[in-house]
């Protein structure tokens, strides 16, 4: 399935998933390599060359964009800095790996599918739960048909307390919705093959008062109703004392798939240390074979030139519901989709 062929692939945006990314690129996807290093704070592209022993570093990603090696770039910067970026890494005609939410912007959005399809580039988003065994055990279970006709679809994401950083501001992540809860959108969206037609969704600030200063919230709800009758909820909170708690599942008219339940239906009653129980600690431990994995699927594609597992049109997909459910929440109404 592979040539002995391998994509040279640059790093932009080295800080706490770009090291994840990194190391997977230098050392654990046969068919890629790192070759080279941009993070504005050259500390940041330091750390990242001593764990990988690729020495090629730059604090200006526009040089890193014209070293002729690299084919692909893996963009890791901070979201509000993706418009900028990832337009001049699809304008220098590389193929791109874009974490999520791949925009703050619909516009956004639709200006990178736009160039990609001009260009040919491949354009991959961040959404590795699509590559965690999991997931992809409760996909296949929904395309075997054995669940019936789809009732009910859940995804949560539950982040432990993190300290107030740039995560905090919706203007450089987009916000709760769109940099949490649209890696779970994105979920609703694969397992369900249905689009959101509507939402309606809430949010409260329990532990992180400064965030309604900024807009923000640190829990959330969003209800989605889907193109195939199906109902989807979405929780995200960002104060899980107890670790590092992402689930899914799906419930059928002949059956349901869930993710950590066991055939004893026993209940869980989670202490605040995730050493004495079944979580991680964070998403690198928990996600660590899959954000190996997604690259593996990048540089099949390009190399194979196949479509990427999760397009620039699946994440437009996933901005959109954050978008809609953010006004929602706001107006206190369903909100119907495609937005206007
Ligand atoms: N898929 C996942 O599970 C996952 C997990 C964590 C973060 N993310 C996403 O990855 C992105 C980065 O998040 P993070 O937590 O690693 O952020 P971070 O702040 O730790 O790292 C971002 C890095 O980008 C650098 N940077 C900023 N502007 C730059 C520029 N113009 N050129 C080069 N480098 C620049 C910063 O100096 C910093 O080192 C966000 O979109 C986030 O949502 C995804």
Not at 63 to 88: R, S
Not at 198 to 211: I, N, Q
Request: glycine share 10%.
């Amino acid at each position: 399935m592979y040539s002995s062929k391998t994509v040279g692939v640059g790093l932009i945006g080295a800080g706490q998933i770009g090291k994840v990314h990194g190391q997977n690129l230098a050392r654990r996807v046969p068919n890629a390599r790192l070759v080279g290093i941009a993070d504005s704070y050259i500390e940041a592209a330091n750390n990242v060359a001593a764990l990988t022993g690729v020495s090629t570093v730059y604090t200006d990603y526009h040089d890193l964009l014209k070293n002729p090696e690299v084919e692909a770039v893996v963009v890791a910067t901070p979201t509000f800095m993706k418009k900028e970026v990832v337009g001049a890494a699809l304008e220098a005609g590389k193929h791109v790996f874009c974490e999520k939410p791949m925009a703050l912007t619909l516009p956004e959005a639709d200006e990178f599918i736009a160039m990609t399809g001009r260009s040919g580039t491949k354009f991959q988003v961040g959404y590795q739960r699509r590559f965690d065994p999991s997931y992809m055990r409760i996909k296949s279970a929904v395309d075997s048909g054995e669940l019936g006709k789809m009732l009910l679809l859940r995804s949560n994401t539950r982040d432990p307390p993190q300290k107030v950083a740039g995560w905090a501001d919706p203007k450089v992540s987009g916000g709760i919705f769109l940099d949490t809860s649209s890696h779970d959108y994105d979920v609703i969206r694969w397992l369900s093959g249905s689009e959101a037609v509507s939402v309606v969704a809430d949010g409260v600030t329990a532990a992180y008062p400064e965030l309604e200063g900024l807009g923000d919230k640190d829990t959330t709800m969003t209800i989605i109703r889907l193109s195939n009758g199906a109902l989807a909820h979405v929780d995200a909170c960002r104060v899980s004392v107890y670790g590092y708690d992402i689930r899914a599942e799906v419930i059928g008219t002949e059956g349901a798939a869930f993710m950590d339940i066991g055939k004893s239906s026993e209940a869980h009653v989670m202490k605040k240390s995730w050493e004495s129980n079944e979580f991680s600690y964070w998403y690198t431990e928990r996600f660590d074979e899959a954000y190996r994995g997604e690259l593996e699927g990048f540089a099949v594609a390009i190399l194979g030139d196949s479509t990427p597992r999760v397009t620039a049109k699946d994440g437009r997909a996933a901005v959109e519901i954050g978008l809609a459910a953010r006004k929602a929440m706001q107006e206190r109404r369903a909100v119907s989709l495609p937005l206007g």
